[in-house]
T-cell receptor, first 116, second 111 residues
Framework: NAGVMQNPRHLVRRRGQEARLRCSPM?????VYWYRQLPEEGLKFMVYLQKENIIDESGMPKERFSAEFPKEGPSILRIQQVVRGDSAAYFC??????????????FGPGTRLTVL | QKEVEQDPGPLSVPEGAIVSLNCTYS??????FMWYRQYSRKGPELLMY????GNKEDGRFTAQVDKSSKYISLFIRDSQPSDSATYLC???????????FGGGTRVLVKP
């Protein structure tokens, strides 16, 4: 059973370009979460999605960042007009269900974004 | 003030020693507590998941939760060089979905 898959693993962009990060959840998981890990900082929640729905985007920057989880295909985190401060590791996690108690979140290997 | 505080380390111990890690938190709304292990340039791996005060044991790992003190701990017995990693505590509020992480403690187990 494959784990959470993310691609690309490394992404280099110049300032002003767009970055697209992809996440395929574990088989049977319908909930996806995106987290960002800045250098020398812990992981910070960005957004929580179910298929075709954004449930909680309270951690997303107001501008340039968007996320989707279409009915078919992977979840996408899109960063428009990247700046150097966007350089970070972006992790995707998935869980099978929501509710109480919260389900375990399983993390992918991350995408390391470098903005030149 | 951060919601979850964790000493960044590094914590260096000899092989076979007990590793003791802890986190404090300020928000009593946190009800579920996890410990993740993260190797360099890898994704976090879930080690322990607890939701009540007390101890939970799994192999060489023991997680403790003290909700009255807002304090959680992870103990690693008989530590191995392969345990060298960053350990992250994380927690979720009741009926919540987003993990709030501590900054991580870097652990080095020397052979």
């Amino acid at each position: 059973n494959a784990g959470v898959m993310q691609n690309p693993r490394h992404l280099v962009r110049r300032r002003g370009q767009e970055a697209r990060l992809r996440c395929s959840p574990m088989k049977g998981h319908s909930h996806v979460y995106w987290y960002r890990q800045l250098p020398e900082e812990g992981l910070k929640f960005m957004v929580y999605l179910q298929k075709e729905n954004i449930i909680d985007e309270s951690g997303m920057p107001k501008e340039r960042f968007s996320a989707e989880f279409p009915k078919e295909g992977p979840s996408i985190l899109r960063i428009q007009q990247v700046v150097r401060g966007d350089s970070a590791a972006y992790f995707c996690a998935s869980s099978p269900l929501s509710g109480s108690p919260p389900n375990e979140q399983f993390f992918g290997p991350g995408t390391r974004l470098t903005v030149l | 003030q951060k919601e979850v505080e964790q000493d960044p380390g590094p914590l260096s111990v000899p092989e076979g020693a007990i590793v003791s890690l802890n986190c404090t938190y300020s928000n009593s709304a946190f009800q579920y507590f996890m410990w993740y292990r993260q190797y360099s340039r890898k994704g976090p791996e879930l080690l322990m998941y607890t939701y009540s005060s007390g101890n939970k044991e799994d192999g060489r790992f023991t997680a403790q939760v003290d909700k009255s003190s807002k304090y959680i701990s992870l103990f690693i017995r008989d530590s191995q060089p392969s345990d060298s990693a960053t350990y992250l505590c994380a927690m979720i509020k009741a009926a919540g979905n987003k993990l709030t992480f501590g900054g991580g403690t870097r652990v080095l187990v020397k052979p």
